[in-house]
């Protein structure tokens, strides 16, 4: 099992990013995917997913901001970021969870991405 997440970068507030992970070894069109995330001395935390179906979650931190979306032709999902702030700034992660119980809950995700690293300047 893989997933390789890219994407990540230097933007100041209010740019964008687009954070893709792609999946390999396990059945992704089955699999609930999410993205979390934890910045500088902060625990890792939700950020938003997609299950199976096709429906989303977001942190109410990201909403209105993040969109998450997934491709399952190319075992892919996307985090579309908006209007970024410094707070934003963190290490990011995806994560695969084979069921569609409790979405923001990091204990339901076996399969985790190495992460990349989100850095929004003031």
């Known amino acids: 099992v893989q997933l390789q997440a890219y994407g990540g970068g230097l933007v100041q507030a209010g740019g964008f990013l687009r954070l893709s992970c792609a999946a390999s070894g396990f059945t992704f069109r089955s699999y609930t995917m999410g993205w979390f995330r934890q910045g500088p001395g902060k625990e890792r935390e939700f950020v938003a997913a997609i299950n199976w179906s096709g429906d989303t979650y977001r942190a109410d931190s990201v909403k209105g901001r993040f969109t998450i979306s997934r491709d399952n032709a190319k075992n892919t999902v996307h985090l579309q970021m908006n209007s970024l702030k410094p707070e934003d700034t963190a290490v990011y992660y995806c994560?695969?969870?084979?069921?569609?119980?409790?979405?923001?809950?990091?204990?339901?995700?076996?399969?985790w991405g190495q992460g990349t690293q989100v850095t929004v300047s003031s």
């Open positions: 994560a695969a969870n084979p069921t569609t119980v409790r979405p923001a809950d990091m204990s339901r995700y076996d399969y």
